[in-house]
């Protein structure tokens, strides 16, 4: 896939994710970007952040990212013809405490990105929330609850043992 100033999240997300995949790259979507596919757009970010699930080697990554055109620009990898920017946070994949993350195939028409699922990308904003008291990102949550299905119970009993009860 050729990546364009005309090309939207959804297409940078697919693109990246299947290139790292065909590079042996395990890495899940998070944070913002995420978010934005499961609320069907209704929050946007710039940035996507992808958090490796599995050792690879630095020239992995950058071969991967160099196949849809990406190149590091310090810590962070930018592409010529796209507002958007693509970053490795250290992990390990986590939401919280909760260390068992595992990440789903999110279907984007044709194409699929590896990330968090609907329930734990809400759980992702309420820790925002949580945390760092992000009001914009207890509203995404809301966005995400009410337009896929989540693990309503899960998220309860997360938010408990975070130390956050979800009245």
């Known amino acids: 896939m050729t990546l364009s ?5 959804e297409e940078v997300a697919a693109a990246v994710s ?11 979507l998070t944070g913002g970007a ?20 599995a050792s690879s080697t630095r020239s992995a990554q950058e071969r991967a990212m160099a196949s849809v055109g990406f190149v590091r620009e310090g810590d962070r990898f930018v592409h010529p013809s796209v ?18 993350v595992r990440p789903v195939e ?9 990330g968090l699922s609907a329930t ?4 992702d904003r309420l820790a925002s929330f949580y945390f760092w008291s992000d009001r914009q990102s207890l509203e995404v949550a809301v966005w995400i609850a009410l337009r896929n299905r989540v693990d309503l119970a899960r998220i309860k009993t997360w ?4 130390g956050h009860e979800a009245g």
């Not at 507002?83 to 068992?100: K, N, Q």
């Not at 938010?159 to 975070?162: H, N």
């Open 18 to 28: 299947m290139s790292l995949d065909r590079h042996g790259v395990e890495a899940a």
């Open 5 to 9: 100033a005309s090309s939207t999240l």
């Open 106 to 114: 999110i279907p984007l028409g044709g194409r699929h990105v590896r």
């Open 83 to 100: 507002r958007f920017w693509v970053e490795f946070p250290r992990g390990p994949l986590a939401i919280g405490s909760d260390l068992s």
């Open 120 to 123: 734990d990308s809400c759980r």
């Open 159 to 162: 938010s408990r043992e975070e």
């Open 34 to 53: 995420c978010a934005s596919l499961w609320s069907s757009g209704r929050y946007t970010s710039l940035d996507l952040d992808f958090i490796l699930t």
